[in-house]
């Protein structure tokens, strides 16, 4: 299994709302991304876990607040978003042997705050 | 051809033809390197990758020449077909860090 899971693929919430992104992988990896992308730009880095504990935090604001409740899983909290929020959040993971740190992403959750 | 300006830089080329697409880096620490695809609707594929000990590495249809000289990359798809169509982001790694940087993007573009 080579696979990196994202739910839901599309969401829409109002500026009031609190959701949640999930992402899931069974490839043994320790390491464990959030990744935000505007249409025709790249990826932006959020959040790094390595081994559960977050290891950068890419002075995201507050209303993202992200988990790691086991090193398969990888939450991101939303509260209060604004609508420039709206964008493809993906979630990507790692070996993270030192070695061969290629990233595998999964297909992304497209968001619009309205 | 290719044009850049205010969207994603596009490069055009018929089917069958050989595309490069090109990337500048940023950083001269960087040891390693990544090309994604990405096509509509999903997340970054990981192509092919080079170490900076190494100038060029060949994958299936795939080449990716690393010139650190002059902190350039660039990745080589022979006989292109319709399926390669879809952005394509250079990643650069300095020193087995988990701060990935991507480049602007190129668009490919193949013409029946």
């Known amino acids: 299994d080579t696979e990196v899971t994202q739910t839901p693929k599309h969401l829409v919430m109002g500026m009031t709302n609190k959701k949640s992104l999930k992402c899931e992988q069974h490839?043994?990896?320790?390491?464990m991304y959030w990744y935000k992308q505007k249409a025709k730009k790249p990826p932006e880095l959020m959040f790094v876990?390595?081994?559960?504990?977050?290891?950068i935090n890419e002075s995201v604001p507050s209303r993202f607040s992200p988990e790691c409740p086991n090193s398969s899983l990888l939450n991101l909290h939303l509260h209060a978003l604004q609508p420039e929020d709206s964008a493809l959040y993906l979630c990507?993971?790692?070996?993270?042997?030192?070695?061969?740190?290629?990233?595998?992403f999964g297909s992304g959750t497209q968001l619009s705050v309205l | 051809g290719e044009s850049v300006g205010l969207h994603l830089p596009t490069l055009s080329v018929q089917e069958g033809d050989n595309s490069i697409i090109n990337c500048a880096y940023s950083?001269?620490?960087?040891?390693?390197f990544i090309w994604y695809k990405q096509e509509s609707g999903k997340g970054p594929q990981f192509i092919i990758d080079?170490?900076?000990?190494?100038d060029k590495r060949q994958g299936q249809r795939v080449t990716v020449l690393l010139n650190k000289t002059v902190k350039h990359l660039s990745l080589q798809i022979a006989a292109t077909q319709p399926g390669d169509s879809a952005v394509y982001f250079c990643?650069?790694?300095?020193?087995?860090?988990?701060?990935?940087?991507f480049g602007p993007g190129t668009r490919l573009s193949v013409l029946p």
């Open positions: 950083n001269s620490a960087s040891d390693y």
């Open positions: 490839m043994g990896h320790r390491a």
């Open positions: 876990y390595s081994y559960e504990k977050l290891s």
């Open positions: 080079i170490r900076s000990n190494m």
């Open positions: 990643a650069e790694i300095p020193n087995y860090g988990q701060n990935f940087v």
């Open positions: 990507a993971s790692s070996q993270q042997t030192g070695a061969d740190e290629k990233l595998f």
